[in-house]
């Protein structure tokens, strides 16, 4: 451990975002000691790491965030410099059925995390010199946007990852660092919550933070419940679609490798006390972006084209389901230089033929537990 020049934590390696993260950094900084620390709840899965868990320099720790007086002992043991905070409850309908559950790890959780590192850091004689408390929060802190314009029009914010046929905007308002915070689920009122004890403890006792919103994720080792590996699973089943309410719905989706691009540039250049907001201007009203997901699937598969559109079932919608979100990440490109890599139809190809490929992993998840939970969340919806 003392060989290496940082000791950093991330918390969450084990979900979706947070392997990316993981892997990225164990891959491009062999001389950072990386400690994943994740409780492994339904959502975590070491199976997400499994080409770089014997690297010299990765170590995982499985604990609650939650558990002050664990944190405090990692945060020491590890004598980590800096923390990558990704652990999360992250489902919006399972916050719907189990606030405290969100609660609990998201703010509770978040909080045991900020007062260990502080504990420790406030110990050392050069105190917070080189250190970081690095949050990674959502756009759906801001609240729901307005859909001034249901059928789309030319984005005025178009980037690479907007694709060539589809650069569309459903709103003349975009989300700004500077928004005001509105967050109608609980999942998102967590998630906000989180976010001002982590610049309350910059503001108050001058701890180096740093937070930053992203836009909805996509991309391989997503957890079966969000919409996208969802719908990808089962249409290879033949099960129904749900789609929520009329499918009007619109999200700003970024490919997760790209946030994990972002998450590192940020780390490393990011302003202390700021805040980025991360995205690539590339709405899509749900249902478009499910007819995506199915020709490209019906195509893999080798199905006729639309074979599988009579899937789609209308059920009843989200309780406070938010309208619209559409990130303005114009900050982080002018300010740092960040630009997504990848073209939306690219990255829904790829992310599609992953979980075409791995339907081992898929089929690990959606078996025993997992699947009885989700008979019981979507009974009669
Ligand atoms: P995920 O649900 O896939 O993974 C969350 C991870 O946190 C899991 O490995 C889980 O085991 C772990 N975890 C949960 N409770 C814990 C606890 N009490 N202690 C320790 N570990 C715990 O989530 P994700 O989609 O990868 O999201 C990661 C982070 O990014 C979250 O903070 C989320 O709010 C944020 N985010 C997600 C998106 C998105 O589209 N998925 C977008 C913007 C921001
Ligand atoms: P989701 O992936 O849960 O992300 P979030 O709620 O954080 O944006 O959902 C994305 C969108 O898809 C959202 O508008 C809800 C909708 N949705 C469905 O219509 N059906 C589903 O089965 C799921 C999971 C989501």
Partial sequence: MDNYKKNILITGGAGFIGSHVVRLFVNKYPEYNIVNLDKLTYAGNLANLKDIEDKPNYTFVKADIADLDEMRRIVRGHAIDGIIHLAAESHVDRSIKDPFTFARTNVMGTLALLQAAKEYWDTLPDKYEGKLFYHISTDEVYGALELTHPEGVESPFTTV????????????????????????????????????????????????????????????????????PLFINNIRHGKPLPVYGKGENVRDWLFVEDHARAIDLIFHKGKVADTYNIGGFNEWKNIDLIKVIIRTVDRLLGNPEGHSEKLITYVTDRAGHDLRYAIDSRKLQRELGWEPSLQFEEGIEKTVRWYLEHQDWMDHITSGAYERYYEEMYSGR
């Avoid at 967050?183 to 740093?210: C, E, W």
């Avoid at 930053?212 to 994720?217: I, V």
């Fill in 161 to 228: 990852a907007s694709s060539a046929e589809h650069h569309h905007a459903f709103g003349t308002e975009f989300f700004l660092e500077t928004t005001k915070y509105q967050p109608h689920s609980p999942y998102s009122a967590s998630k906000a919550s989180s976010d001002h004890f982590v610049r309350a403890y910059h503001d108050t006792y001058g701890m180096p933070t740093l937070v930053t919103n992203c836009s909805n994720n996509y991309g391989p080792y997503q957890f079966p419940e969000k919409l996208i």
